[in-house]
């Protein structure tokens, strides 16, 4: 982690969500993230996670993340609320972007389920202070579960929020389909939230063009083919240390590493952050993760081998 920073702040947004704010802790200043930006947040365990910045346009040299306790947590959102106090140091990374907003769009349309919000407020944020033509659905449980209510509510982004409280699965398709049924003339679509709110929401968007429709995972995205946890076993060979061995149904490639004593970079662990990234030389990927593109899993030229496999027998990586 290359910055060490202070909980200035610490703002309860509901029962399960909490804002904190993040100074450094030399009183320097924070590398200014774009919108969509998150970072990688240290916790005591060893644990790494990654958070999406809240920021506003005016708010440059701090980060503002929002975590929400997650009744099954991986030990990631649990640690957060239980060991966060203001005055206690976190190291973190520099910010990183791979849900930016697109320069050359006209229309910004932004669906945000639940903690996914956060993202989409920093977005919505600076578009409302450029001017940009947006709109911010939030679909939450109720509105005691709305986070930023304040925020929301400001003269900036009012006239720009919709929000919709309670709805059930079948409503909730319903909105979607009805606010993504006709594209604005140069439209571009952001999504975050749950795995379901976000497979519902690109479906309903299924009519608009290619690379019109960005996601943010916060977890794993479901996949049609054989999970990490099944799947038939292939074999890896690492080109750098000439050595190969079997990845095993059940077995990721990242414990297959492990298991003899190799260490590979690692962070979420369920293929949306990026940080194992490998390259491919040799053998087709099995892509399972969320942050590749379209045009990246085609090329197959890298993979992310905490949750990818391997379509045929062999795969030769560069470590």
Not at 247 to 274: K, M, N, T, W, Y
């Amino acid at each position: 982690m290359a910055l060490l920073t202070r909980i200035a702040e610490l703002y309860q947004e509901t029962d399960e969500i909490r804002r904190y704010r993040l100074v450094a802790a030399d009183g320097g200043a924070l590398p200014a993230g774009t919108p969509g930006s998150h970072i990688d947040v240290q916790l005591e365990s060893g644990l790494v996670r990654q958070y999406s910045l809240c920021n506003g346009p005016g708010e440059q040299g701090v980060f503002e993340i929002a975590v929400k306790r997650e009744p099954a947590s991986r030990g990631g959102s649990a640690a957060v609320h239980a060991g966060f106090r203001v005055g206690g140091l976190v190291p973190v990374s520099a910010p990183r972007n791979s849900f930016p907003l697109q320069d050359d769009a006209d229309h910004h349309l932004l669906l945000a389920g639940g903690i996914g919000i956060t993202p989409l407020l920093s977005m919505a944020r600076h578009l409302a202070a450029a001017g940009k033509p947006f709109h911010l659905h939030y679909f939450v449980r109720s509105a005691r579960d709305a986070a930023f209510r304040e925020l929301l509510a400001s003269p900036t982004l009012r006239g720009s929020v919709t929000q919709h409280h309670g709805l059930d699965p079948a409503e909730t398709a319903d909105v979607l389909r009805a606010v993504s049924r006709v594209r604005p003339s140069g439209g571009h679509l952001y999504v975050c939230g749950p795995a379901p709110f976000m497979a519902c929401a690109t479906g309903a968007a299924g009519a608009w063009p290619e690379g019109t429709v960005h996601q943010e995972w916060f977890a794993a995205a479901p996949s049609d083919s054989d999970g990490a946890a099944t799947g038939r076993p292939f074999r890896v060979r690492l080109a750098r240390q000439d050595v190969e061995f079997e990845v095993a149904p059940g077995q990721s490639i990242l414990q297959a590493l492990d298991a003899h004593d190799i260490f590979a970079p690692r962070s979420c662990e369920q293929g949306f952050c990026g940080t194992c990234e490998v390259a491919v030389l040799e053998g087709e990927p099995d892509h399972r993760d969320t942050y590749l593109s379209e045009e990246e899993r085609r090329r197959g030229k890298v993979m992310m081998p905490c949750v990818s496999r391997c379509r045929g027998p062999l795969l030769v990586l560069d470590l």
